[in-house]
T-cell receptor, first 114, second 110 residues
Framework: DGGITQSPKYLFRKEGQNVTLSCEQNLNHDAMYWYRQDPGQGLRLIYYSQIVNDFQKGDIAEGYSVSREKKESFPLTVTSAQKNPTAFYLC?????????????FGPGTRLTVL | RKEVEQDPGPFNVPEGATVAFNCTYSNSASQSFFWYRQDCRKEPKLLMSVYSSGNEDGRFTAQLNRASQYISLLIRDSKLSDSATYLCVVNVDYGQNFVFGPGTRLSVLP
């Protein structure tokens, strides 16, 4: 049963705490992405990775960090430096083959800062 | 000008109606195009890719106009289950650069 999993589904954080969101895929996709979605808005790219041990900043990387030690895993850490972290976080992957590069999304993690 | 713009919506239509969404993109080097569907508080799911010649999948038809840099999605015979937000997505280089539109919300009413 291939797909992308994210955990936890809901996460509550106190101000000043770092939290890590998990993203795992068993689709054998090379590329993985993290997006943030705020109510009534589109998706904004935080970080992406095209290959193991390599990742690039997206449009809103400040206050976030990632790692890509394994092809299957792309965890996102929301640090205390992120001023407004409450949002819906979506992880996606893509095979990166020309002509066949649609993204597949995990179910998301809803982060709330208390 | 935003990279990808969509009809602001919301669209409220009766069951059985035909509804069309438009999306424009600013980067003429864009390579591939998609329509995603997102239900409330869920992840986006691929509805259909959009090919240069246009393509149809059941009640859904997608068109691409590269000269005018817009894509469209037509839904015929709307069902209650079609109620969702429809996201236009453009990919520039077959790589990491997927740009999402803000979405157009559709409500199909009984």
């Amino acid at each position: 049963d291939g797909g992308i999993t994210q955990s936890p589904k809901y996460l509550f954080r106190k101000e000043g705490q770092n939290v890590t969101l998990s993203c795992e895929q068993n689709l054998n996709h090379d590329a993985m992405y993290w997006y943030r979605q705020d109510p009534g808005q589109g998706l904004r790219l935080i970080y992406y990775s095209q290959i193991v041990n390599d990742f690039q900043k997206g449009d809103i990387a400040e206050g976030y960090s990632v790692s890509r030690e394994k092809k299957e895993s792309f965890p996102l850490t929301v640090t205390s430096a992120q001023k407004n972290p409450t949002a819906f976080y979506l992880c996606a992957s893509s095979p990166r083959l020309a002509g066949n590069n649609e993204q597949f999304f995990g179910p998301g993690t809803r982060l709330t800062v208390l | 000008r935003k990279e990808v713009e969509q009809d602001p919506g919301p669209f409220n239509v009766p069951e059985g109606a035909t509804v069309a969404f438009n999306c424009t993109y600013s980067n003429s080097a864009s390579q591939s195009f998609f329509w995603y569907r997102q239900d409330c508080r869920k992840e986006p799911k691929l509805l259909m890719s959009v090919y240069s010649s246009g393509n149809e999948d059941g009640r859904f038809t997608a068109q691409l106009n590269r000269a005018s840099q817009y894509i469209s999605l037509l839904i015929r015979d709307s069902k209650l289950s079609d109620s969702a937000t429809y996201l236009c997505v453009v990919n520039v280089d077959y790589g990491q650069n997927f740009v999402f539109g803000p979405g157009t919300r559709l409500s199909v009413l009984p």
